[in-house]
Each structure stands twice: as structure tokens, then as C-alpha cells.
């Protein structure tokens, strides 16, 4: 990219999670939105456009490493640069 202000353009998957293969590191260099049926989301670790869904940590389950578990919404997802 030459231009400095230039953005990637975001993946159809994409993880918040670096050990994942669906993690690029460039688009979180800036600020993403995630809108499910209409509404944003402050809280997703991964989505899917393609497939209609996202995924969103536990409020209170666990893993057997003390990580959230994560729970599947399905809808339409948009995501964008804020």
C-alpha cells in the first residue's frame, strides 16, 4: 500500500484470535465494525459474511484454559472501517 491512509479491504472470514488461521494481522491496524441484522457489535471475535454469522464470547462459561466459550449468532453481517 502506498497510500498511508489505504485500508485492506476485510477478508469474508476474519478472527480476533491470533493463533487462528482466519487472523490477519493488517485489518486490525484499524478500528472495525461489525453490524448483525442491523445492529453493531462491540463484541465479536470472528465472523463469517458468506455464512451469516458471528461468534461472541461467554458471559460467564469457560474453558478448560479459562478462555470464553463462544456463542453463535446468525443473521445478516456487514462489516466495515470505522
Known amino acids: ?7 485492506p ?7 480476533g484470535n491470533p493463533r487462528s488461521k482466519f487472523f490477519v494481522e493488517e485489518c486490525f491496524e484499524h478500528h472495525i ?4 441484522n442491523g445492529k453493531e457489535r462491540t463484541d465479536v471475535e470472528e465472523y463469517c459474511i458468506s455464512e451469516g454469522w ?3 464470547p461467554s458471559p460467564k462459561a ?8 463462544l456463542i453463535t449468532l446468525k443473521g445478516e453481517v456487514e462489516a466495515f472501517y470505522k
Open 9 to 15: 479491504t476485510l477478508p469474508d472470514r476474519l478472527s
Open 54 to 56: 458471528v461468534k461472541i
Open 62 to 69: 469457560k474453558d478448560r484454559y479459562g478462555n470464553p466459550m
Open 33 to 36: 465494525g461489525i453490524m448483525l
Open 1 to 7: 500500500m502506498s497510500d498511508a491512509s489505504a485500508k
